[in-house]
């Protein structure tokens, strides 16, 4: 029986208001519960295309299927109902550092309340007790009421994974997870993603530079350069080459 489609993307094309095509004719598929590296130099599209499949940014044409829904279609409470299920990991962490991890990874459950009640920081003790099984998950329950700007950098990208859990989403994208951490810092968060995997059965795509890290914990490998999407292949049958030719004959912006 064939897995789940959780994410398809067909002929996206998303073109800047300079002219510049920031995604040029993607076409792609990831099943339920793979863990897909994005690689590529810096400029090569890997951003645009997170931020394209989350709906922060418009593509010019194409669909952006999750779950089997276009959410380049939809609006309004739909279109947050569908980012619900749609978990970001980000370079910079994007934490509130002067309020506590609880409240941080409280902030997971946003879509799910009405707005009104997550400015005043009202949550169901259901929802508080959550938030301390899924930073068990990640190692930093002791740190529960500490504030964020007291955490060290992988400290901080261990709460953002678990704020993205208390999601429950289905798919979770990482975009340069590790590129700001040491290699033994780096490998811990890598670790805490592939247990979105493995234990959860999450579907996680995560953007790396490095084809190291890539190699060693993707299913799948996807290259991007200029726009194109130029690498498609299992991990079975990557190879160092290939992924060097990848990022050598890029424009590195």
């Not at 590296?37 to 999750?66: C, E, H, P, W």
């Not at 914990?217 to 160092?240: S, W």
Request: hydrophobic share 40%; no cysteine; charged share 25%.
């Amino acid at each position: 029986m064939a897995s789940k489609t959780v994410l398809e993307l067909k002929h996206v094309n998303k073109v800047y208001p300079n002219g510049v095509k920031g995604l040029d004719d993607i076409n792609f598929t990831v099943h339920e519960g793979e863990f897909v590296a994005v690689v590529g130099l810096s400029g090569a599209g890997k951003s645009t295309l997170f931020n394209s499949i989350n709906r922060m940014i418009d593509v010019t044409d194409g669909q952006v299927l999750v779950d089997g829904t276009d959410i380049t279609k939809v609006n309004g409470k739909e279109l947050r109902r569908m980012r619900r299920k749609i978990g970001m990991i980000f370079q910079s962490f994007n934490l509130v550092n002067r309020t506590t991890v609880q409240k941080n990874v409280l902030a997971g459950r946003t879509g799910y309340y009405p707005t009104w009640k997550t400015l005043l920081g009202i949550y169901s003790k259901e929802d508080k007790q959550q938030a301390v099984v899924q930073l068990e998950k990640v190692n930093m329950v002791k740190k529960l009421y500490r504030r964020a700007d007291q955490l060290s950098g992988g400290q901080k990208q261990r709460v953002a994974i678990a704020r993205t859990l208390m999601q429950n989403p289905t798919l979770v994208l990482a975009d340069e997870p590790v590129a700001s951490l040491d290699p033994k810092t780096s490998k811990g968060v890598m670790d805490d993603l592939y247990n979105l995997k493995k234990h959860e059965h999450i579907t996680v795509l995560v953007n790396l530079h490095s084809m190291e890290l890539a190699l060693k914990y993707a299913d799948r490998i996807i290259g991007l350069r200029d726009g194109k999407l130029v690498y498609n292949k299992p991990i079975a049958e990557a190879n160092e080459a290939d992924l060097r030719d990848v990022y050598e004959h890029g424009r590195d912006n």
